[in-house]
Structure formats: structure tokens, C-alpha cells
């Protein structure tokens, strides 16, 4: 649809008499593709995992500054959901920077943001420093490991973003435990410094995400911006033979060699000052143009591909998915904010307690995303088939579930949850099915906002309709 053969990892061959044949480039479905993996998962465990285990520093927050629950709750969903509501605007960036340099330079701000953090003063300070500084740093950081794992996978290319999703599980866990350790022995304040430092891993996963291809990625120096800017080793070159002529004619000239036996050290000294004060000059604006060049490309191939002729809007089948996108993340939210209520609502604390319902989901979770990618995979099955039914499957065990009354049926319903919201590791792969993986950031950025706004509104909606049954067999209003 929107494909080029340079956004697939082909490159045509150096004979021209070969133009049409093609060779895959060797880092494609292997080699540092599945570096890439391994960046996209430590990249998922210090944002996701870090988000998820935010109830930690929530209550943290709530002895420190006394506010209302609701007032306090906002500064991690702020966080939770700048980070993906951004998507849009990371394109941009990606356009114009390169999926390397937008991560990195997400993992710095996303760092200063947990620092900065460390020394709030009131809940609304929060709201700054760690609801937008902190999350905008995460989307810059989480969309170029999303983006760059399509790009160096074909085959593979569910399985592979399915290994990099597990990330989000794993940091759940591992997160969870090292905040509430460091909340133990230092204190919130110094565990959001910490934390801050361990974010700066988030620069080494940046700088491990190495362009497929020149051109592709605009990290290189022969990046997006164009050759042509500006001939400078030409202008360069004559400048300086120019200089060399003036010179020989002012040493030639009768009369004067004696003269100037006693001035050549200083003239010479004088020339090659100048020589290199021009040369800077024309680097710098050799930089300059072209730094320039590149921005006003990444920004009309940014404003293009949402407004242009070539928009993804004119893409029926995008924009069907975009509102698909509004309330799918919602179903797999909706669980974890609602679970405790029914638990409480059926007498299941102390069996919960043993093994939390919550947790079923979160481990069968990371089993559904590779299972799902491995079967996606198959040549036999169809990746759309395999998306479709999965989520055909969640949101009948969400409607299901607050028809259980044990706290089986509730585990069996949980499991299905789980396995079945493996189908997000899939939303990359049948995003760029859609509209080609030239137009993957902008169009991943759209859809990981539409996420983003489901998982803001979904759960208050939801807890705001229905009724839930009581064992006893009369309905009984949600608390709102």
C-alpha cells in the first residue's frame, strides 16, 4: 500500500543492469534484529514496568502531601497517559531526528523527570514534573522501540514484538520490588533519584537502535538531509588556492623577495589562521543548512502523512481501526482498577490474598504475547485472524466476568484475560499491514493516543453503568 523497497530492509543491487533485483538486507529477521528485541524489552521494563508499579509511590504521595486519593491518583495517570497521547507528536520527531536520537534524548528528559521529581513540594509540582516531563520523555522513548523492532523484522515480525512486549510484565514485577525496597531503606524522595539514574538506561537502548539503512533513519551523515546542500569542499577548495595565488603573486612580485624572506613565518602563520577561519565558517554553515533541510523534511513528511494528499485518514480501513483503538485498551485496564471491588463484593479477600486475581492476569499475560506472536507467525494463519479472535475473546470473558461468584470461575476468567490481551504485541504488526511501515510512526503514534485516551476514560465509564450481581441473585450499584 505505502511500501518502498527501502522501508522493507532491500536495497537494489550496485549494477545497474540488476535494477530490478533486489537483495535482503542481512540484519533483517536476525543478526541485530534481535538486538533490537533486546533493546524494546529493557525499554518496555523501565517505562511500562515502572508505570504499572506506580501504586507504590501513590500511597507514598498520599501520607506526604495529604490530598484527596482522586487529586493524588492523577500524577500517575498523567504519566500513563502523556505517554502514549503523544504518539502523534514523537512522529515528528522520528521524522526529523531518527528513531536513535528521539530515544535517547526521551530517556534523558524522562530521567530529569523522576529527579526533578524528588524534590516536589506539593502534589500539583508533581503534575509538571512527573505527569508531563516524565511521561512526554517515556513516548519518546517507547514509540522508536516499537517502530524500529517492525523495521528489522518481516518474518518474524509478530514473535519478535511479542518478546519485546513481555518487557511490560517483567517490569511490573521487578519494579514493583525495587521501589517498594528503596521506599523501605531511603525514603520516596531519594527512590524517585534513584530511579531517576536507572532511567538513564533508557539512553543505551537509544543508542543501540542502529538505522537498518542509510537514508532510512536520519541518524547518519547520510541521513535524510540532502547531499546538495552545499558544495562545500569545492568552495573550500577554491577559496584556498585562491589564497595560495594571492600569495605566490605577492612573494613573486619584483623587487620584493628580499623583503619578504623576513615575513614568511608570520605570513604563512596568517594564512592558515584564515584558511581555518573559513573552513569553520563553512562547516558551521554547511551544518547549519543542512540541519535546517532535515527539519523542514521531517516536518512536511510529518504533516503530510496526517494532512497531506498523502494522509493516513484517507485510509478508510486506518481510521475503522484508529476508533477500534479508542476503546480497546479500556478492556484490559478495566480489570485491574474493578477486581478488588468484585472480590470484596463475593468474600474472596483471604483467597485473593493468597494468590491475587491481578497477578493471573499479569503472568498469563506474558505467556499470551509470545504464544500469539509464535502462532501469528505461522504461514498457514493469518495475523488478523489470530488479532480478531483474541479480542473477540477478552471482551466476552470482560462481560463474563462479574458473573462469577467462586473465586475459580473468577481465576478461569482472569486467565482467559490475560492470554487473550496478548493481542496488543500484535498492534504493530497489523498497523503496519495497513498502512505500510514507511508510515509506521505517524501511524503507531495515532493509535497508541487512541489507547492512550481509552485507558483515561474507559475505567470511570465503566464503573459508572452497570450493575454487578450478588451471589443472592439482585443487583447491586458499583460504587461510584
Not at 55 to 76: I, K, M, Y
Not at 82 to 89: A, E, M, N, R, Y
Not at 237 to 266: F, M, N, V, Y
Request: hydrophobic share 45%; charged share 15%.
Amino acid at each position: 500500500m505505502y511500501t518502498s523497497h527501502e522501508d522493507i530492509g532491500y536495497d537494489f543491487e550496485d549494477d545497474p543492469k540488476d535494477k530490478k533485483t533486489l537483495k535482503p538486507h542481512p540484519d533483517i529477521d536476525g543478526g541485530w534484529a534481535w538486538v533490537m528485541v533486546l533493546s524494546s524489552f529493557f525499554v518496555h521494563i523501565l517505562i511500562m514496568g515502572s508505570q504499572m508499579a506506580l501504586g507504590v509511590l501513590n500511597v507514598e504521595w498520599l501520607e506526604e502531601f495529604h490530598q484527596s486519593r482522586g487529586l493524588t491518583a492523577w500524577v500517575s495517570s498523567l504519566s500513563m497517559g502523556v505517554t502514549l497521547i503523544v504518539g502523534p507528536f514523537i512522529g515528528l520527531f522520528i521524522n526529523t531526528c531518527g528513531c536513535r536520537r528521539t530515544a535517547i534524548i526521551g530517556g534523558l528528559l524522562n530521567s530529569l523527570g523522576w529527579v526533578l521529581s524528588a524534590y516536589a513540594v506539593n502534589v500539583y509540582y508533581l503534575f509538571i514534573t512527573f505527569g508531563l516531563a516524565a511521561g512526554f520523555g517515556s513516548g519518546m522513548a517507547y514509540l522508536p522501540a516499537v517502530v524500529m523492532v517492525g523495521r528489522y523484522f518481516q518474518k518474524r515480525r509478530a514473535l519478535a514484538q511479542g518478546l519485546s512486549t513481555t518487557g511490560t510484565g517483567f517490569g511490573t514485577f521487578l519494579m514493583t520490588v525495587l521501589l517498594k525496597y528503596l521506599c523501605a531503606e531511603y525514603g520516596w524522595r531519594n527512590a524517585m533519584f534513584i530511579q531517576g539514574a536507572v532511567s538513564l538506561n533508557l539512553c543505551v537502548c537509544g543508542a543501540l537502535m542502529r538505522p537498518l539503512s542509510p537514508g532510512m533513519d536520519g541518524d547518519g551523515p547520510e541521513g535524510k538531509a540532502p547531499h546538495h546542500v552545499l558544495p562545500a569542499h569545492s568552495t573550500e577548495s577554491i577559496r584556498s588556492s585562491g589564497q595560495l595565488r594571492d600569495a605566490e603573486e605577492k612573494r613573486g612580485g619584483p623587487g620584493t623577495e628580499d623583503s619578504s624572506l623576513g615575513d614568511a613565518p608570520a605570513q604563512a602563520c596568517q594564512e592558515k589562521a584564515a584558511h581555518r577561519k573559513d573552513m569553520c565558517a563553512f562547516r558551521l554553515l554547511k551544518t547549519v543548512s543542512q540541519l535546517t533541510m532535515r527539519v523542514r523534511k521531517g516536518f512536511w513528511d510529518w504533516y503530510s502523512g496526517y494532512f497531506g494528499t498523502a494522509s493516513l485518514f484517507t485510509n478508510r480501513m486506518f481510521v475503522a481501526f484508529i476508533f477500534w483503538a479508542l476503546f480497546a485498551y479500556s478492556s484490559f485496564v478495566i480489570p485491574f482498577i474493578h477486581l478488588p471491588e468484585i472480590v470484596n463484593l463475593y468474600n474472596l479477600s483471604e483467597q485473593n490474598d493468597v494468590f491475587p486475581l491481578t497477578s493471573i492476569i499479569a503472568i498469563v499475560h506474558i505467556f499470551g504475547k509470545v504464544v500469539l506472536g509464535i502462532v501469528a507467525d505461522l504461514p498457514c494463519i493469518s495475523v488478523w485472524n489470530v488479532f480478531l479472535m483474541a479480542n473477540f475473546t477478552l471482551v466476552l470473558s470482560i462481560f463474563i466476568l462479574p458473573l462469577m461468584h467462586t473465586y475459580a470461575g473468577l481465576a478461569v476468567i482472569c486467565a482467559l484475560i490475560g492470554f487473550s490481551s496478548g493481542y496488543f504485541s500484535l498492534m504493530p504488526v497489523v498497523t503496519e499491514d495497513l498502512v505500510g511501515i514507511e508510515h509506521l510512526a505517524n501511524a503507531y503514534g495515532i493509535i497508541i493516543c487512541a489507547n492512550g485516551i481509552s485507558a483515561l476514560l474507559g475505567p470511570p465509564f465503566a464503573g459508572d453503568t452497570d450493575s454487578i450481581p450478588d451471589p443472592g441473585g439482585s443487583h447491586m450499584p458499583r460504587s461510584k
